[in-house]
């Protein structure tokens, strides 16, 4: 029996060429490995020189700033001090005595106005540069509230219980605290002071000056506020406690002129009690008139 032979379809085997994948894979080009290092390192270079041209300009403007004459601190006119009233501006100025000549860029701005805040009617300061070579000083300065005597000297003293020199040439209108001796810590001494204001901010109440006819306030005893006030025969001391100081200021005053023609000399009354008076508690019983 003749083999019959298969016919061959070229149609199927025209579509398998068309259609099926490549036997050999195509090669993909991919940009080598040391090329990319190179881009790299030519970026870090540039951010490099970048940094080097912005440090080498900031040394040239800081070499401009400390050492060009445009910048140097003249002299004492060159500060200018505001604020200065019980301080003499020359004493400011003396602050800033190792900055002359020196650029205003160098000078120490802080530590020159710790050193202002040493003064002792300074309260707070600060220092600004006016370009291109000033400097400006503002001070804040202490309040006076009241005279102290300390040892054989008479003082001012603050609210916060700073004692201040009296100015050369100032005129006040205070009464003297007792009971601030000498070495008395500074927070003992501010208690005491705040003690005298709220006494003398309850007598001014309803705008009264009763506080003007006080000579002295004693603040010993910081439970027995006692005050003085001239008399027509000598000082009377009157004895407030720790409250209603203005109601019991106006009692005594209700009977000033009574115990002025008394005939024993009054030289201290007792108001701590409501409605009541008690004269010249110091003395012995038998002898105290109420």
């Known amino acids: 029996m003749a083999n019959a032979t298969k016919p061959v379809n070229h149609e199927w085997e025209d579509d398998a060429e068309r259609y099926h994948r490549p036997r050999r894979p195509v090669e993909v080009r991919r940009r080598s490995s040391w090329k990319r290092v190179l881009v790299l390192a030519a970026r870090v270079l540039l ?80 220092v600004q540069r006016l370009l291109p070579n000033r400097l400006r000083v503002s001070l804040r300065q202490r309040t006076p509230v009241a005279f102290v005597r300390q040892a054989a000297s008479l003082w001012l003293v603050d609210g916060e219980g700073v004692l201040l020199p009296i100015p050369e040439g100032a005129s006040y209108s205070f009464p003297v605290l007792a009971g601030l001796p000498e070495g008395l810590p500074l927070d003992t001494r501010r208690e005491r002071v705040q003690i ?33 006030l001239g008399q027509a025969d000598g000082v009377v001391w009157l004895i407030f406690g720790r409250d209603r100081y203005q109601e019991k200021f106006e009692t005594f005053l209700q009977h000033r002129s009574l115990l002025e023609g008394s005939a024993e000399a009054v030289r201290s009354v007792d108001l701590r009690y409501r409605g ?10 038998e002898s105290a008139k109420p």
Do not use: C, H
């Open 47 to 126: 951010v490099v020189a970048a940094l080097v041209a912005v440090a080498g300009t900031g040394f040239s403007v800081y070499q401009f700033a400390t050492t060009s004459p445009i910048f140097r601190l003249a002299g004492f006119e060159a500060v200018e001090v505001i604020g200065a009233t019980q301080v003499s501006p020359e004493v400011v100025r003396e602050r800033f005595a190792a900055d002359i000549g020196q650029s205003v860029f160098v000078i120490p701005l802080e530590a020159r106005r710790e050193s202002l805040n040493e003064i002792a009617w300074v309260e707070a300061a600060t």
């Open 276 to 285: 009541q008076m008690v004269l010249n508690p110091e003395a012995p019983a």
């Open 196 to 228: 005298y204001l709220d006494f003398i901010a309850d007598l001014g109440r309803g705008d009264k000056a009763y506080s003007r006819q006080l000579s002295e306030v004693d603040l010993s005893d910081t439970e027995n506020l006692r005050a003085s």
